[in-house]
C-alpha cells in the first residue's frame, strides 16, 4: 500500500497515520467494500472512539488536537476509498466518544476553545441550509499562477497580498540596483477562479442542555443554557427541532452573529458538530 502523497506531517503523525490505517483496515475494511458502486457524493463514515482509544498515540493525539487528526484519518479514508475505486468523499464521524468527555452546555468557557466535547441536548432549531466559501482560489493576472487560500466561516474573505513568483522576478530584476529594498511595493492583482473554489455545506442549530434520570426519563430541559452548533455535508438534513441527542464535537469560538462592526471584540463559544447519536429520551 502505497504511503500518502503528502509529505506535510511530521513524525508524531505519520504515527498517528499508521495507526490510523491499521484500525481502518482491521476493522472496517468490509463496510468499506459494501460501499462499491454508491453514488452519493458524500458520505459520512461511523468510527468508534472506543478503537481510537486502544492506539497509543492517535488516542493521545485526537485528544490534543482533533482537527488535526481528523484531518489525517481523512486522508486513510480517502485513500482506502480509492482502493475499492469508490469516488465518494468520506466524512468520518467519530462516535461512542468516552464518558470523560461529557460536558455540560453551562460549563463550558472560552479556556475550552478547540477541546472535543460530548453534550446532551435537545434540539430547538434548525436552520435552512447554506453553503459557504471553504477554499478559495485566486489566480495571479500577470503570471496566472494560482494560489489557494482557506477561509473561514463567517469572516470576511480572505485574498492573497503578492505573487510569489511575480515578486521572485521583480527582486531578480533589482539586483543589480542601488535601489534599497525598502523602496521596492510590490503589488499583485487576483483574480477568484470561482469554478475551482470548494464550498461547504451547513446548517446552524440550537440546543438546549437536557438533564434525565437513568431510566431515561428527562428531568430538565435548560432555556438558560443554549449553544449554537453546525452540522455539515452529509449531516445536513438529518436533524429535526424537538429531539434529542448527544452531539459529539469541538468547541469553537464565533463573533457575534448580528455584529455592526467587523472589528466587534465579544465572541460567543459554538460547537463545530463531528457526530451526533440520538438519545431515547421520555419526555
Ligand atoms: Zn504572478
Known amino acids: 500500500m502505497s504511503p500518502p502523497k503528502k509529505v506535510d506531517v511530521n513524525p508524531d503523525e505519520q504515527i498517528v497515520l499508521r495507526e490510523w490505517r491499521e484500525l481502518i483496515v482491521e476493522n472496517y475494511e468490509n463496510d468499506i467494500a459494501r460501499l462499491e458502486g454508491l453514488e452519493e457524493s458524500v458520505q459520512g463514515f461511523h468510527v468508534e472512539h472506543a478503537l481510537m482509544d486502544q492506539k497509543d498515540t492517535l488516542r493521545r493525539f485526537f485528544h490534543e488536537k482533533p482537527t488535526r487528526a481528523l484531518e489525517l484519518g481523512s486522508r486513510i479514508m480517502r485513500e482506502q476509498f480509492d482502493n475499492h475505486h469508490i469516488p465518494t468523499r468520506p466524512v468520518l464521524r467519530v462516535v461512542g466518544l468516552s464518558e470523560n468527555y461529557l460536558n455540560r452546555v453551562d460549563d463550558l468557557r472560552m479556556r475550552d476553545r478547540n477541546d472535543l466535547v460530548s453534550l446532551d441536548v435537545k434540539i430547538n432549531e434548525v436552520s435552512h441550509a447554506y453553503g459557504w466559501l471553504k477554499l478559495a482560489v485566486y489566480e495571479c493576472m500577470d ?10 466561516r463567517a469572516r470576511e474573505r480572505e485574498s492573497p497580498v503578492l505573487c510569489r513568483p511575480c515578486l521572485n522576478q521583480a527582486m531578480e530584476g533589482f539586483k543589480n540596483t542601488d535601489i534599497p529594498r525598502s523602496f521596492i511595493r510590490p503589488q499583485s492583482d487576483f483574480l477568484m477562479v470561482v469554478e475551482e473554489c470548494k464550498y461547504e455545506d451547513v446548517q446552524d442549530i440550537s440546543m438546549s442542555q437536557i438533564t434525565y434520570n437513568s431510566e431515561h426519563h ?13 452540522i455539515t455535508d452529509d449531516l445536513v438534513d438529518q436533524l429535526r427541532p424537538s429531539t434529542y441527542m448527544r452531539i459529539n464535537g469541538i468547541v469553537r469560538v464565533q463573533p457575534v452573529p448580528d455584529r455592526t462592526f467587523s472589528k466587534d471584540t465579544r465572541r460567543l463559544l459554538s460547537i463545530d458538530i463531528l457526530s451526533v447519536e440520538e438519545l431515547h429520551i421520555e419526555e
Open 218 to 230: 428527562l428531568i430538565n430541559c435548560s432555556t438558560r443554557n443554549q449553544i449554537l452548533g453546525t
Open 143 to 152: 503570471c496566472e499562477s494560482r494560489v489557494e487560500v482557506p477561509q473561514r
